[in-house]
């Protein structure tokens, strides 16, 4: 038999180092909604750390450098999300995606992140790796909404659009309700704004049966 030891034991590291990750981007997050983006600290994160405090300092050396590991976990497992769901219905994926920007109940600590996102967005025409993530982000969405009405488009679901430019404008109202909502934080105006752009798109994208 083959002697798999230093194989099992590189795996057990990347599951240890996988698992701590996670662990920090947690503690991002939960920092994030609790304080906000100016107040959150790395004492307040080191706060939300499950695991060893010295371990996220050995990590990190100040709140910048874990923002932008934050924004890129974030970006990947987007990636990964929009991946798997590749063979859904068009429509129902793009519903889908509306719905993880403008969810139908949005809680507490999901409003308070999303305030936070907003602050940090703010500091973006400042802070050149701000930027860099959260323009990533912005493309990861936009090329997801682009593929959906690709793929619509294709099958027949869809009308014929110029998807790219279909995209922008959907991506640019999504955030532009969500910015409005958040910053007043009135949960309505998310939802009456949500229903009208669904409504809209029902109407003016949809194949008629």
């Given at each position: 038999m083959a002697d798999t030891s230093d194989t099992d034991h590189t795996a057990t590291i990347a599951?240890?180092?996988d698992d701590t990750?996670?662990?920090?981007?947690?503690?991002?997050?939960?920092?994030?909604?609790?304080?906000?983006?100016?107040?959150?600290?790395?004492?307040?994160?080191?706060?939300e750390f499950e695991k060893s405090k010295s371990l996220l300092y050995y990590h990190y050396d100040g709140k910048e450098?874990?923002?932008?590991?934050?924004?890129a976990f974030v970006c990947?497992?987007?990636?990964?999300?929009?991946e798997e769901e590749s063979d859904d219905d068009p429509y129902e994926?793009?519903?889908?995606?509306?719905?993880?920007?403008?969810?139908?109940?949005?809680?507490d600590e999901a409003l308070q992140f999303r305030q936070a996102f907003f602050e940090i967005r703010s500091q973006a025409p400042h802070n050149q790796s701000y930027y860099d993530q959260?323009?990533?982000t912005d493309e990861i969405f936009i090329t997801a909404l682009t593929t959906i009405l690709e793929r619509g488009i294709e099958s027949g679901r869809f009308v014929d659009v110029e998807p790219a430019q279909q995209a922008e404008y959907i991506f640019s109202t999504v955030y532009g309700i969500m910015e409005r909502g958040v910053t007043l934080e009135d949960r309505d105006l998310i939802e009456q704004n949500r229903a009208v752009l669904i409504d809209q798109l029902e109407r003016t994208l949809l194949v008629d049966e």
């Open positions: 599951e240890e180092r990750t996670e662990a920090i981007m947690e503690a991002v997050y939960l920092a994030l909604s609790k304080h906000g983006y100016p107040e959150t600290t790395m004492s307040r994160i080191a706060a450098e874990i923002l932008n590991d934050f924004f990947e497992e987007l990636e990964t999300s929009f994926q793009l519903i889908d995606l509306l719905n993880r920007v403008l969810p139908a109940d949005l809680n959260i323009k990533r």
